[in-house]
C-alpha cells in the first residue's frame, strides 16, 4: 500500500512536469509564429519597395540636377554647377547627360583639357551625336584661337588679338575669366581706357578680390591722370596680397613720379628755373607713355626753358606738349614765345594767333602777338649788328673796333679788282655805324674831322637803345637799303664815286688811325 501510494506521487509529479514542459514550448512557438507573422510582410514590402522605388528615386534625382545645373549657368554659378554634376556622376558613372552638361560648363568657363575628356566621354556612351561633336569642335577653335591671342599680345599685335578673342574665344568660351583679362590687356594695349574701366567693372562684379582685374583697372585710370583713383586700386589689391610685384611696382612707381612732378613746380614758383628743368626732363624720363600727365610736363618744361632764353628746347618741349594735345592754348602761346626766341618771326605769329583764335580775350596772347609783329617788321631791316660782325650785347668800344676793321678791310681803294663788291661792303659798314662824313671841294689841304662826330645807329647808346627797341621803325627813321636812317636821307658815301667823277673829295677821318697804323684819314 505504501508501495503504491509512493509510485502515485512519483507519476503525479512526473504529469506536472511535462505539463510546464509543454506549456514552455507552446508559448515559445507562439511567439515564433508572430514573429512571422508580424514581420514578414513588412520584409517584403521592404524588399518590394528597394527594387520598385530605387530607379524612379535615381530618374528624379537627376532631373532635378539637371535643372540645378541650368539655374546655375543663368546666374554665373558654374562652380556650383559642376559641383552637382559631379555628384550626379558619382551616383551613376553611366549617366552620359551629366557629362554632357559638364563638358559644356567646363568649355564655357575654357577649362578645355577637362571639358574635351567629357565630351570624350559622352561620345563613348553615345556615340555619332551631331550636337556634342559640333559643341567639341567649337572647344578646339576657342583654345586655338585663345593661344593665338596670347601670343600676339606678346608681340604687340594688340587689334588683331582682339578680333581672336571678341569673335571666337568669347562665343564659344563666354565666361572665360582667362580670355575676358586677356581682352583687357589687348584693350590697355590700344589705349582703350574707358572700356578697360568697364570691362574690369564687370569681371570685380563677380570677383571683387580679383588682383588682375584690380591691377589692369589701376593702370586704367593711370594712363587717364586720375592717379588718386589708380592709387586706390593699388593700394587694395597690395592689402589683398602685399607681395604682388606688378601691384608693388606700380604703386611705387607712381608716387615717385608724383613725388618729381610736385618738386619741378615748386622750384618753378621758386624761380629756380635750371633746378625746375632738370626735374621736368626727370619725370618725363619716368614714363614716356604717360601721355595724359607728360602733356602738363612738357608744357612745363617749355615755360622753364622760355624764361630761360632755351629757344630750341622750349620749342621742342611745347611741340610735344601739342602732339598730345593740339588744342592746348598755352602750349601754342609759349611755344610762340619761343620761336621769337629762334627768330622764326612768322611762325611766332602763326602760333600766337592760332591762340587768340581760341582765347581772343587774353591779354597776354595780344601782348605777345603785338610783340611778335613788331620783331618781324624789325626783322626786316638790315641787322647792324650782324654786319659789324659784334653781338647784340658788345659794348660801343668792340662796335668801333669792328667797324674800324671792316671799313679798313673793305675799302674801296684796296679792292681795285672787285671794287663793286667793296663799296657795296663799306656803304653797309658806315650804315651800321653811320659815320659822320663832309663833302668839300678839292683843296690842297687834307680836311680832318674830329672824330665820330656824325650820327651813328650802333655808335651812339641812344640811338643804339632805339634801335634795339625798335623805335626807328616806328618813327620812320628805319636803316633800310643802303643806310639813310637817322636823318640824312639817303646817306652814300660813294655818292660822288671814289676819285673823279665829279670832281669831289670825301675825307674819312677816324680818331686814333686805323688798327695797325697808317691811314691816319684817307682821302678820296
Given at each position: 500500500m505504501i508501495d503504491l501510494m509512493a509510485r502515485f506521487a512519483g507519476w503525479s509529479m512526473d504529469v506536472v512536469a511535462w505539463r510546464g514542459m509543454v506549456y514552455t514550448i507552446f508559448i515559445l512557438h507562439f511567439v515564433f509564429v508572430c514573429q512571422l507573422l508580424l514581420l514578414q510582410p513588412l520584409l517584403v514590402s521592404a524588399h518590394v519597395l528597394v527594387w520598385i522605388f530605387i530607379p524612379a528615386i535615381n530618374f528624379v534625382d537627376t532631373a532635378e540636377v539637371l535643372e540645378k545645373v541650368s539655374q546655375n549657368i543663368k546666374v554665373?554659378?558654374?562652380?556650383?554647377?559642376?559641383?552637382?554634376?559631379?555628384?550626379?556622376?558619382?551616383?551613376?558613372?553611366?549617366?552620359?547627360?551629366?557629362?554632357?552638361?559638364?563638358?559644356?560648363?567646363?568649355?564655357?568657363?575654357c577649362r578645355y583639357e577637362e571639358s574635351e575628356s567629357d565630351y570624350n566621354k559622352y561620345l563613348e556612351l553615345k556615340p555619332g551625336n551631331s550636337a556634342v561633336e559640333k559643341e567639341l569642335?567649337?572647344?578646339?577653335?576657342?583654345?586655338?584661337?585663345?593661344?593665338?591671342?596670347?601670343?600676339?599680345?606678346?608681340?604687340?599685335?594688340?587689334?588683331?588679338?582682339?578680333?581672336?578673342?571678341?569673335?571666337?574665344?568669347?562665343?564659344?568660351?563666354?565666361?572665360?575669366?582667362?580670355?575676358?583679362?586677356?581682352?583687357?590687356?589687348?584693350?590697355?594695349?590700344?589705349?582703350?581706357?574707358?572700356?578697360?574701366?568697364?570691362?574690369?567693372?564687370?569681371?570685380?562684379?563677380?570677383?571683387?578680390?580679383?588682383?588682375?582685374?584690380?591691377?589692369?583697372?589701376?593702370?586704367?585710370?593711370?594712363?587717364l591722370a586720375d592717379h588718386d583713383v589708380a592709387q586706390r586700386h593699388y593700394q587694395k589689391g597690395l592689402r589683398l596680397d602685399p607681395e604682388h610685384s606688378a601691384l608693388k611696382k606700380t604703386y611705387f612707381a607712381l608716387k615717385t613720379l608724383?613725388?618729381?612732378?610736385?618738386?619741378?613746380?615748386?622750384?618753378?614758383?621758386?624761380?629756380?628755373?635750371?633746378?625746375?628743368?632738370?626735374?621736368?626732363?626727370?619725370?618725363?624720363?619716368?614714363?614716356?607713355?604717360?601721355?595724359?600727365?607728360?602733356?602738363h610736363l612738357h608744357l612745363g618744361l617749355c615755360k622753364v626753358s622760355v624764361k630761360l632764353g632755351r629757344g630750341k628746347e622750349a620749342l621742342d618741349s611745347c611741340t610735344e606738349a601739342l602732339k598730345i594735345d593740339p588744342e592746348l592754348v598755352e602750349a601754342l602761346h609759349q611755344r610762340g614765345e619761343a620761336k621769337l626766341l629762334t627768330e622764326d618771326w612768322e611762325g611766332a605769329i602763326e602760333d600766337i594767333k592760332a591762340a587768340l583764335q581760341k582765347s581772343p580775350q587774353d591779354m597776354n596772347l595780344q601782348e605777345a602777338l603785338m610783340r611778335a609783329e613788331k620783331?618781324?617788321?624789325?626783322?626786316?631791316?638790315?641787322?647792324?649788328?650782324?654786319?659789324?660782325?659784334?653781338?647784340?650785347?658788345?659794348?660801343?668800344?668792340?662796335?668801333?673796333?669792328?667797324?674800324?676793321?671792316?671799313?679798313?678791310?673793305?675799302?674801296?681803294?684796296?679792292?681795285?679788282?672787285?671794287?663793286?663788291?667793296?663799296?657795296?661792303?663799306?656803304?653797309?659798314?658806315?650804315?651800321?655805324?653811320e659815320v659822320g662824313f663832309t663833302k668839300f671841294p678839292v683843296v690842297p689841304s687834307v680836311i680832318l674831322l674830329a672824330g665820330f662826330k656824325g650820327m651813328s645807329a650802333?655808335?651812339?647808346?641812344?640811338?643804339?637803345?632805339?634801335?634795339?627797341?625798335?623805335?626807328?621803325?616806328e618813327m620812320g627813321m628805319g636803316m633800310g637799303d643802303g643806310g639813310g636812317g637817322f636823318g640824312f636821307g639817303g646817306f652814300d658815301p660813294f655818292g660822288g664815286g671814289f676819285g673823279g667823277g665829279g670832281g669831289q673829295q670825301y675825307t674819312f677821318h677816324f680818331e686814333g688811325g686805323f688798327p695797325g697804323g697808317g691811314f691816319g684819314g684817307f682821302e678820296m
Open positions: 554665373k554659378r558654374y562652380s556650383e554647377a559642376i559641383n552637382d554634376l559631379n555628384a550626379a556622376i558619382e551616383a551613376d558613372p553611366s549617366l552620359s547627360e551629366a557629362y554632357w552638361h559638364r563638358a559644356s560648363v567646363m568649355r564655357q568657363i569642335s567649337q572647344l578646339h577653335q576657342a583654345k586655338s584661337a585663345l593661344e593665338t591671342a596670347s601670343s600676339l599680345l606678346d608681340s604687340g599685335e594688340f587689334k588683331k588679338a582682339l578680333e581672336y578673342v571678341d569673335k571666337v574665344v568669347l562665343v564659344f568660351s563666354p565666361a572665360c575669366p582667362k580670355a575676358k583679362l586677356l581682352r583687357v590687356k589687348l584693350l590697355l594695349g590700344t589705349q582703350d581706357y574707358s572700356r578697360v574701366i568697364s570691362e574690369t567693372g564687370y569681371i570685380l562684379k563677380e570677383d571683387e578680390n580679383n588682383l588682375e582685374a584690380l591691377f589692369l583697372r589701376g593702370r586704367a585710370y593711370y594712363y608724383l613725388k618729381k612732378t610736385k618738386s619741378a613746380e615748386d622750384n618753378y614758383s621758386k624761380g629756380k628755373l635750371r633746378v625746375a628743368a632738370e626735374d621736368y626732363k626727370a619725370a618725363i624720363a619716368l614714363d614716356p607713355h604717360h601721355v595724359a600727365h607728360n602733356v620783331a618781324l617788321k624789325m626783322s626786316k631791316r638790315k641787322d647792324w649788328y650782324k654786319i659789324l660782325g659784334v653781338s647784340k650785347t658788345a659794348s660801343i668800344a668792340e662796335i668801333k673796333r669792328a667797324y674800324k676793321k671792316l671799313a679798313l678791310k673793305w675799302h674801296p681803294d684796296k679792292n681795285t679788282e672787285n671794287r663793286e663788291e667793296a663799296e657795296n661792303k663799306f656803304r653797309e659798314i658806315a650804315a651800321a655805324y650802333l655808335g651812339d647808346d641812344e640811338k643804339r637803345a632805339r634801335y634795339d627797341r625798335g623805335e626807328d621803325e
